[in-house]
């Protein structure tokens, strides 16, 4: 079992990561680092909700949460952005 530390102290936002290669993409940083915040960012919420609860519990890592993000959508982009600053997560 992997032990995670309190705080995260970078972030990697993985678009896309609800599935195919982003999904494994998440999976294989979740099992190799200890401290990275994981932010699965997809634009179908119940599809990435459902992701991070799978990874989470693939990996018991805990910095992993999920975002919507419609990269065909600037209003998406940009309201992403805004949800992102105000989790202040590491860089
Ligand atoms: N260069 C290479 O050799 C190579 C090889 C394989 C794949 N690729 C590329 O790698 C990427 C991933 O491939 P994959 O097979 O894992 O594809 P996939 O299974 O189709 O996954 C695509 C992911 O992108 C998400 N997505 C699609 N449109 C989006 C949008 N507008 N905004 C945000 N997220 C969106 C999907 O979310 P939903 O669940 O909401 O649909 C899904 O999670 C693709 O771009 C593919 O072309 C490149």
Redesign the pocket.
């Known amino acids: 079992m992997m032990q995670t530390p309190i705080k995260a102290s970078k972030t990697v936002i993985i678009?896309?990561?609800?599935?195919?290669?982003?999904?494994?993409c998440a999976q294989a940083i979740a099992q190799s680092c200890t401290n990275w915040q994981i932010i699965i960012?997809?634009?179908?919420l119940p599809?990435v909700e459902e992701a991070v609860q799978q990874l989470t519990a693939e990996t018991n890592y805990s910095f992993i949460e999920g975002m919507t993000?419609?990269?065909?959508?600037l209003a998406?982009v940009r309201q992403f952005v805004q949800d992102f600053q105000t989790r202040e997560h590491p860089p």
């Not at 678009?15 to 494994?24: D, E, I, K, M, V």
């Not at 993000?69 to 959508?73: H, K, T």
């Open positions: 678009t896309g990561g609800n599935s195919g290669l982003g999904y494994y960012a997809s634009r179908n599809r993000l419609d990269l065909a959508s998406s």
